[in-house]
């Protein structure tokens, strides 16, 4: 039958991942024989099963995660695996709880860079699945068309001078005007193999696009990765004045939709990694001399709970010394604690790359 095919395939991936000495996942260390032997034969009641969560990183050995949850459920169905990848990613126990919403005071945050000598831009994203709505790999056609005018009907909505603008569909987007977009760091890349292998681009470009603001300081993903991300950046090191306008973008959408909230996950997002607050805060940035000792960069932005990026994003290089650096935990803390997170560790970084 299909079913018992599907299972040779299955423990067959796993195997050659065990036993692959280039793989680094923590799908690979977080999920051993004993505990894919317990979860082969379960399922959501959407029916997504085993191979819908580890695929990806079962396809890519250079994962660094290696699983998505198809759908909300998932993360109940399969929690032994997600909830040992989500201690060992955000720190985060299984008998914890994701606090409430806390944006803090935006008077705490400050310009990082006010002589601009080392911050190019900054960015924060936050990521949202709208309720009542499976993740990308059980995402029929036209929920996707669903989404995608909700999404964007409610940001036509918009009020506020700074966030208004247009929503660009993928669909009747030129290739120039779709590699414009990308290099100058807006729009999200195309052909992601580590989502693609996840069964999250089927229909593309379909149901996916951009919203962009006059002063392209504010962006709304529309199924990407996620249902929605919501982005606010601009040159310069203001973390302030770019929370601050996450912060209105966010309201923006939360009046005309409902998203998904665990009580124990916080918000829900397809990737574990952004589980909780799903706020990533990051700096475009020149470290010359720190960067120059590898061991003692990537040694000191661990200790600062901060991950380094390439220059394009995850999974891609640093390009003329350029980094991208982000708190790296988004559960089980504030929004106002994981964007402080990046303040102070940057403004620790700057300092020392002064003292050098
Ligand atoms: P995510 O949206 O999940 O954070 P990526 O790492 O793929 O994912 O980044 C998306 C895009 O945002 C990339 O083009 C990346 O270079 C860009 N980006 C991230 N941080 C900054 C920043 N501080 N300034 C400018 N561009 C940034
Ligand atoms: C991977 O496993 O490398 C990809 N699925 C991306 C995981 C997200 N990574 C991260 O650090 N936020």
């Known amino acids: 039958s299909k079913t018992t095919g ?15 000495p280039q793989c680094n996942s923590m799908l690979k260390r977080c999920l051993n024989k004993d505990l894919f032997e317990r979860l082969i034969n379960r399922r959501t009641k959407m029916g997504s099963g085993l191979m819908d969560v580890i695929r990806s990183g079962l396809m890519n050995a250079d994962s660094n995660i290696g699983v998505y949850a ?4 998932a993360y109940q169905t399969f929690s032994e695996l997600f909830n040992k990848i989500i201690e060992e990613y955000h720190g985060f126990g299984p ?4 606090p409430p919403s806390n944006f803090g005071k935006l008077e705490d945050f400050i310009d990082l860079d006010p002589d601009k000598k080392f911050i190019i831009s900054t960015r924060i994203r936050c990521g949202r699945s709208v309720k009542n709505y499976p993740f990308n790999p059980c995402l029929k056609e036209k929920q996707y068309k669903e989404l995608e005018q909700k999404i964007s009907g409610a940001l036509a909505k918009a009020t506020d001078e700074e966030l208004k603008g247009q929503y660009l569909p993928l669909l009747t987007m030129s290739k120039d005007e779709q590699k414009r977009l990308i290099d100058q760091h807006y729009l999200f890349k195309e052909g992601d193999r580590f989502l ?40 310069g090191g ?26 124990r996950l916080g918000y829900l997002t397809f990737c574990p990694t952004n589980c909780g607050t799903t ?38 290089d640093s390009d003329e010394g350029l980094y991208d650096i982000s708190n790296r935990r988004r559960l089980g803390l504030t929004e106002y604690d994981a964007v402080m997170e990046m303040q102070k560790g940057v403004q620790q970084l700057i300092e020392m790359e002064k003292a050098m």
């Open 279 to 316: 706020i990533r805060a990051s700096v475009m940035i020149r470290l010359p001399k720190l960067a120059s000792k590898k061991e003692q960069f990537e040694a000191t932005a661990n200790k600062l709970n901060l991950q380094i990026r390439g220059s394009k994003g995850e999974h891609t």
């Open 6 to 20: 599907n299972v040779k395939v299955l423990r067959k991936l796993f195997t050659d991942m065990q036993q692959n």
């Open 196 to 235: 693609q292998t996840a069964n999250a681009c089927r229909f593309w470009p379909k149901g996916r696009g951009i919203f962009l603001n006059k002063a392209r300081t504010f962006m709304v993903w529309i199924n990407e990765e996620d249902h929605i991300r919501i982005i606010s950046m601009q040159d």
């Open 70 to 73: 198809p759908d909300p459920e």
């Open 238 to 263: 203001n973390v302030g004045q770019i929370f601050g306008r996450l912060q209105r973008g966010i309201k923006l959408m939360e009046a005309g939709l409902e998203f998904v909230r665990d009580q």
């Open 95 to 98: 008998n914890e709880r994701h």
